[in-house]
T-cell receptor
Framework: AQSVTQPDIHITVSEGASLELRCNYSYGATPYLFWYVQSPGQGLQLLLKYFSGDTLVQGIKGFEAEFKRSQSSFNLRKPSVHWSDAAEYFCAVAYSGAGSYQLTFGKGTKLSVIP | GAVVSQHPSRVICKSGTSVKIECRSLDFQATTMFWYRQFPKQSLMLMATSNEGSKATYEQGVEKDKFLINHASLTLSTLTVTSAHPEDSSFYIC???????????FGPGTRLTVT
């Protein structure tokens, strides 16, 4: 069965510092991978996605993620964090089921930013 | 890009009453829609897959008689929480998949509070 692990429940960084959020997945086939961000009380916003091709993908708001098949990882990075990046971040993997793709989410990583 | 709306965004109801939540794809058709539930400080859990013109598929542990799903058209799916109880209080999010791809477009969510 597919699963997604985000080992860090809560991360605190200083504004301007670099950021890396970890994500590991377990899925037998080629994964479709996503990172979403959620502000309190809001829905999900897609940051970036990986389907195939270049393993380093660029997303919105200056985020990027690198797919490493050998490590079953899809870590999210940002070189310089802004206070507005404080939010909950979810990694997800899509798998084929019942005629459509379904998503399995990690438990999320809460990012706090110190001014 | 594709837009999914939800209505209402927030609802408070009394224990024992029923509440209907609507999910609409505004600029595309969706034969399938997904309903998720998110408890505070937790991840999204898939409740059910809504299929236009046929019965919904529920995940294990989700009561189909309590969470009624109707996918009446290619742009509308509804979730009715019947005989709501305080433990049903949660954030409910719907999504619709892109055609032929693994990406899903998420609604903004509905905050249900049962008193």
């Amino acid at each position: 069965a597919q699963s997604v692990t985000q080992p860090d429940i809560h991360i605190t960084v200083s504004e301007g510092a670099s950021l890396e959020l970890r994500c590991n997945y377990s899925y037998g086939a080629t994964p479709y991978l996503f990172w979403y961000v959620q502000s309190p009380g809001q829905g999900l916003q897609l940051l970036l996605k990986y389907f195939s091709g270049d393993t380093l993908v660029q997303g919105i708001k200056g985020f990027e993620a690198e797919f490493k098949r050998s490590q079953s990882s899809f870590n999210l990075r940002k070189p310089s964090v802004h206070w507005s990046d404080a939010a909950e971040y979810f990694c997800a993997v899509a798998y084929s089921g019942a005629g459509s793709y379904q998503l399995t989410f990690g438990k999320g990583t809460k990012l706090s930013v110190i001014p | 890009g594709a837009v999914v709306s939800q209505h209402p965004s927030r609802v408070i109801c009394k224990s024992g009453t029923s509440v209907k939540i609507e999910c609409r794809s505004l600029d595309f058709q969706a034969t399938t829609m997904f309903w998720y539930r998110q408890f505070p400080k937790q991840s999204l859990m898939l409740m059910a897959t809504s299929n236009e013109g046929s019965k919904a598929t529920y995940e294990q542990g989700v009561e189909k008689d309590k969470f009624l799903i109707n996918h009446a058209s290619l742009t509308l799916s509804t979730l009715t929480v019947t005989s709501a109880h305080p433990e049903d209080s949660s954030f409910y999010i719907c999504s619709a998949p892109s055609q032929g791809l693994a990406e899903q477009y998420f609604g903004p969510g509905t905050r249900l509070t049962v008193t």
